[in-house]
Nanobody, 124 residues
Framework: VQLQASGGGLVQAGGSLRLSCAAS????????MGWFRQAPGKEREFVAT????????YYGDSVKGRFTISRDKARTTGYLQMNILKPEDTAVYFC??????????????????WGQGTLVTVSS
């Protein structure tokens, strides 16, 4: 599975962005999708995840209530709607696909395939 993340950019604090993750070359629809982010000098951080059937979502504490993860009905594209953005949301955002094993669903090692990342910069 190849993943291509897009939609990053520069936005002012309080603004919104929508990231997309386009999948090709495999059965993305069978995989749990996750979003992670990595700020300079920091470890990769879990942001959100959604099951293959879209019936279960889970968010990191720092984005709960502000971000929404989703995937289209064909389950070939995933999204991350980011609202009320804060400067601390500045990072490279990565989409990933994995088997959705519950014990690792919030960790990078729980995902097999990764996109290249898209930069989100939030100015104060």
């Amino acid at each position: 599975v190849q993943l291509q993340a897009s939609g990053g950019g520069l936005v002012q604090a309080g603004g919104s962005l929508r990231l997309s993750c386009a999948a090709s070359g495999g059965t993305f629809s069978d995989y749990t999708m996750g979003w992670f982010r990595q700020a300079p000098g920091k470890e990769r951080e879990f942001v959100a995840t959604i099951r293959a059937n879209g019936g279960y979502t889970y968010y990191g504490d720092s984005v709960k209530g502000r971000f929404t993860i989703s995937r289209d009905k064909a389950r070939t594209t995933g999204y991350l709607q980011m609202n009320i953005l804060k400067p601390e949301d500045t990072a490279v955002y990565f989409c990933a696909a994995g088997r959705g094993i519950l014990s690792t669903i919030t960790t990078p090692r729980g995902y097999l395939y990764w996109g290249q990342g898209t930069l989100v910069t939030v100015s104060s």
